[in-house]
């Protein structure tokens, strides 16, 4: 069976500084991963995608299949990226969730 | 509206109630699926709708729990003889056809349920 894990329940960070965000998942089948993130008092919206291979305000997220991880990363983080994160698989038509990583970013 | 509505937004009930939350997704959006997230579980994926029929349901933690959907649009998620551990933000999401290729879900702003 299909499952995503997100070891990190709270990560913090002074401005500035580089976030990594863990992801590993277990799929025995061709993984498509995603970010979502959840700001203060706004909806769960789509991050990224691996597949669009994009950087996304500034984050990026490589999939390695050797290591079955897709974290996230960005080098400079900034206030406005504290929020809580969710690494997605998606198996045909449903999307399996991690845990989620809540970030704070500090001044 | 242009996204995905719920309600209630908050519903407090005593432990042995019924409640129903109400999820009406983005104009024609065929996909609709139900999560609940809460402390610690993270989202926990419940039922998935394609128009009106329900294939896959295997996220339903008991048989208090039920959800249908009319007419293609409107879901509603029932929870019957509500329990303490029932509390939870409930998520619906619309997609416009099941995830295809984008893996992109449009969430509402969910049903927070507190039973107490």
């Known amino acids: 069976a299909q499952r995503v894990t997100q070891p990190e329940k709270l990560l913090s960070v002074f401005k500035g500084a580089p976030v990594e965000l863990k992801c590993n998942y277990s799929?025995?089948?061709?993984?498509?991963l995603f970010w979502y993130v959840q700001y203060s008092r706004q909806r769960l919206q789509l991050l990224l995608r691996?597949?669009s291979r994009e950087s996304i305000k500034g984050f990026t997220a490589d999939l390695n299949k050797g290591e079955t991880s897709f974290h996230l990363k960005k080098p400079f983080a900034q206030e406005e990226d504290s929020a809580m994160y969710y690494c997605?698989?998606?198996?045909?038509?449903?999307?399996?969730f991690g845990a989620g990583t809540t970030v704070t970013v500090r001044a | 509206g242009a996204g995905v509505s719920q309600s209630p937004s908050n519903k407090v009930t005593e432990k042995g109630k019924d409640v129903e939350l109400r999820c009406d997704p983005i104009?024609?959006?065929?996909?609709l699926y139900w999560y609940r997230q809460s402390l610690g579980q993270g989202l926990e994926f419940l039922i998935y709708?394609?128009?009106?029929?329900?294939?896959?349901k295997s996220g339903l933690p008991s048989d208090r729990f039920s959800a249908e959907r009319t007419g293609g649009s409107v879901s509603t998620l029932t929870i019957q003889r509500t329990q303490q551990e029932d509390s939870a933000v409930y998520l619906c999401?619309?997609?416009?056809?099941?995830?295809?290729?984008?893996?992109?879900?449009?969430f509402g702003e969910g049903s927070r349920l507190t039973v107490l």
């Open positions: 999401a619309s997609s416009l056809r099941p995830l295809l290729n984008t893996g992109e879900l449009f």
């Open positions: 799929y025995s089948g061709s993984p498509e």
């Open positions: 709708f394609q128009g009106n029929s329900a294939p896959d």
């Open positions: 997605a698989l998606r198996v045909d038509y449903k999307l399996s």
């Open positions: 104009s024609g959006h065929t996909a």
């Open positions: 691996h597949i």
